[in-house]
């Protein structure tokens, strides 16, 4: 399953790296259907409805980007991620009752988003994003809880958005931030007024465009 997962994530990136080749530069006035580019950064997460508060666990954000450009400013882009998700605390030394915890969920994530850039610099997107659970990792007080992903859904389906500003004469780099929330629950909370477990990530991520 994860090297499926693996080979398809490398296909596709595949693909949008061929579409990268006919990238313009920015001071080009001639209107282009296709922009591609890679992505890589920082996630801050935390799981609403597991009782823990804070964007307390770090993880990784990579993968490639493509535009379909349909008129002068307005675009959908699609791309492939590895995103790393969860929630962690960890134990305050002045307070016995603290634990330390950790949950790690692995995704391949395929957000599709619509994007408007402004002035040529500033890039406004909002969409959806699909994510396959292919991996999950919990860990209390240094012991890993057996089987958690049978607990959790695989697939995760969210909303995104934020923005990108584009840096430098040419604009080929750019500096993202992005917010991101699960529309369905991942997996089912122990709080019983809590309808179910939603995956919230912060995401800062640079930006370069071929």
Same mark, same amino acid.
């Given at each position: 399953?994860?090297?499926?997962?693996?080979?398809? +994530? @490398?296909?596709?990136?595949?693909?949008?790296?061929?579409?990268?080749?006919?990238?313009?530069?920015?001071? /080009?006035?001639?209107?282009?259907?296709?922009?591609?580019?890679?992505?890589?950064?920082? =996630?801050?997460? &935390? @799981?609403?409805? /597991? !009782?823990?508060?804070?964007? !307390?666990?770090?993880?990784?954000?990579?993968?490639? %980007?493509?535009?379909? =450009?349909?008129?002068?400013?307005?675009?959908?882009?699609?791309?492939?991620?590895?995103?790393?998700?969860? *929630?962690? +605390?960890?134990?305050?030394? !002045?307070?016995? *009752? $603290?634990?330390?915890?950790?949950?790690?969920?692995?995704?391949?994530?395929?957000?599709?988003?619509?994007?408007?850039? /402004?002035?040529?610099?500033?890039?406004?997107?909002?969409?959806? *994003?699909?994510?396959?659970?292919?991996?999950? #990792?919990? @860990? %209390? =007080?240094?012991?890993?809880?057996? =089987?958690?992903?049978?607990?959790?859904? +695989?697939? /995760?389906?969210?909303?995104?958005?934020?923005?990108?500003?584009?840096?430098?004469?040419?604009?080929?780099?750019? $500096?993202?931030?992005?917010?991101? &929330?699960?529309?369905? $629950?991942?997996?089912?909370?122990? &709080?019983?007024?809590?309808?179910?477990?939603?995956?919230?990530?912060?995401?800062? #991520?640079?930006?370069?465009?071929?």
């Amino acid at each position: 399953m994860e090297r499926g997962i693996l080979f398809f +994530t @490398v296909l596709v990136l595949g693909h949008f790296l061929t579409f990268g080749q006919i990238q313009h530069d920015p001071k /080009d006035d001639e209107f282009h259907v296709f922009d591609a580019g890679i992505v890589g950064g920082i =996630n801050f997460t &935390q @799981v609403h409805g /597991d !009782n823990l508060a804070g964007f !307390n666990k770090i993880g990784m954000n990579a993968g490639g %980007i493509a535009h379909i =450009n349909f008129r002068p400013g307005w675009s959908v882009s699609f791309e492939v991620l590895y995103s790393q998700k969860g *929630s962690a +605390t960890y134990p305050d030394p !002045n307070d016995q *009752s $603290a634990f330390e915890y950790k949950l790690q969920l692995d995704y391949a994530e395929v957000p599709v988003l619509i994007n408007y850039l /402004d002035h040529n610099r500033l890039i406004a997107f909002a969409g959806l *994003s699909y994510g396959r659970l292919f991996r999950a #990792r919990e @860990v %209390i =007080n240094g012991n890993e809880t057996p =089987n958690i992903e049978e607990g959790l859904r +695989t697939s /995760d389906l969210s909303y995104v958005f934020g923005g990108t500003f584009l840096i430098g004469e040419t604009r080929h780099w750019g $500096a993202q931030f992005r917010y991101q &929330q699960s529309f369905l $629950a991942i997996g089912d909370s122990a &709080q019983p007024n809590v309808p179910g477990l939603l995956n919230v990530v912060i995401s800062l #991520r640079g930006i370069y465009y071929f």
